[in-house]
Nanobody, 117 residues
């Protein structure tokens, strides 16, 4: 089993920045990808950003140029630097990890990000 602990959410004004962190721990054999999803009020869960082994990165079109995902392999930790935040970025942000063989899908508990003046 893999446990995910997220941190860094909060309330920020439009145009502000936040940095989310997600640390994976437990019986980790091999992590294939780490990423962030979000679910806004009344919306479906959507991929925000994902980084795979080898460094391949995917961003949602809505966050390109504003958000940056990075990973510390030694710490099994993924970060999401969010700049130029907009009210429409308000959501619960969930960490996601693909690990093991067969590959299992793990989710964090979620951290609230609220962008409001």
């Amino acid at each position: 089993q893999v446990q995910l602990v997220e941190s860094g959410g909060g309330l920020v004004q439009p145009g502000g920045s936040l940095r989310l962190s997600c640390a994976a721990s437990g019986s980790i054999l091999r992590i294939y990808a780490m990423g962030w999803y979000r679910q806004g009020p009344g919306k479906q869960r959507e991929l925000v950003a994902r980084i795979q082994n080898g460094g391949s990165i995917t961003y949602a079109d809505s966050v390109k140029g504003r958000f940056t995902i990075s990973r510390d392999n030694a710490k099994n930790t993924v970060y999401l630097q969010m700049n130029s935040l907009k009210p429409e970025d308000t959501a619960v942000y969930l960490c996601n990890v693909l690990e093991g063989l067969p590959i299992k899908n793990y989710w964090g508990q979620g951290t609230q990000v609220t962008v409001s003046s």
